[in-house]
């Protein structure tokens, strides 16, 4: 006994692999379990999507463009389904990105019709819950184009921060043009850029841990990516994993 690795096919050593941190083991009873927490989402997303647009009007939902958001609750939850169908090779269903996606339009579409955002911080949650998704989606999309994987980390940050900048654009656009019951003021503008730009840069820590070193595993296509740059039968982990940059970057 030697103590040393068994040696594996054509003399090479076998090292048991890094095992991922944070990580989970989809079964079937996680599978079955994240598809009940999706459809459950997805039903109340719509339910306050008609609730919004048929009472648009009614003081609790007036000046809030309701009908503007109703028609985004759709299409919110319409965007990961129509991606990955219309997309090529595409795979097993991304169940956990769809529920990521659909997570922040249900929190804002309760929000309005609860009247929540008058009594709670929602707005922030959901800007930082936005544009943590955006970067890390936009950053694990762009990984495959460049040499380094911090070049899409930050790529997929600022695209986040963008697109949230864009939004507020929107939203005072909005209010200009008669839409007066969200409560825009400059301080409401300033911290929603603030949680969007922390959540962004959250969302590009995360997908630059979990991002593989090699260029070679990072041109495996978008459905690699998205998916948590994962291969059948390997845990879902949202830090670290062999040949990840977290692995690179752990101490010891």
């Known amino acids: 006994m030697t103590g ?11 090292e048991p692999p890094v095992a991922a941190r944070l990580a989970i083991q989809p079964n079937r009873a996680w599978q079955r379990a994240l598809d009940v927490a999706l459809v459950g989402a997805k039903t109340a ?3 306050c999507a008609i609730d919004a647009f048929l009472h648009a009007d009614t003081p609790r939902l007036r000046g809030k463009a ?4 109703a028609i985004g609750f759709l299409g919110g939850v319409a965007l990961v389904p129509t ?3 219309i997309l090529p090779d595409h795979g097993r269903y991304p169940r956990g990105l769809d529920l990521a ?5 249900l929190i804002d579409a309760l929000g309005n ?5 008058e009594r709670a911080h929602l707005d922030d949650v959901v800007h930082f819950l936005n544009a943590g998704i955006v970067s890390g989606v936009a950053g694990a999309l762009f990984a495959g184009q460049v040499e380094q994987p911090w070049h899409a980390a930050v790529a997929g940050t600022g695209a ?3 697109g949230e900048t864009a939004w507020e654009i929107t939203e005072y656009v909005a209010m200009k043009a008669g839409a007066d019951g969200m409560g825009l003021t400059y301080d409401d503008t300033m911290t929603d850029l603030i949680a969007s730009t922390l959540g962004a840069i959250a969302g590009g820590v995360v997908t630059w841990l979990r991002m593989p070193r090699s260029k070679e595993e990072r041109r495996k296509g978008w459905r690699h990516a998205v998916s948590g740059w994962r291969s059948a039968g390997e845990p879902m982990a949202i830090v670290g994993g062999k040949g990840t940059v977290a692995e690179a970057v752990a101490p010891g």
């Open 4 to 14: 040393e690795p068994a040696a594996g096919p054509a003399g090479r050593t076998d």
């Open 45 to 47: 997303t719509v339910v």
């Open 66 to 69: 309701m009908r503007t958001r």
């Open 83 to 85: 991606l990955w169908r």
């Open 101 to 105: 996606v659909t997570t922040p339009l």
């Open 113 to 117: 019709a609860f009247g929540l955002y």
């Open 160 to 162: 986040s921060i963008a």
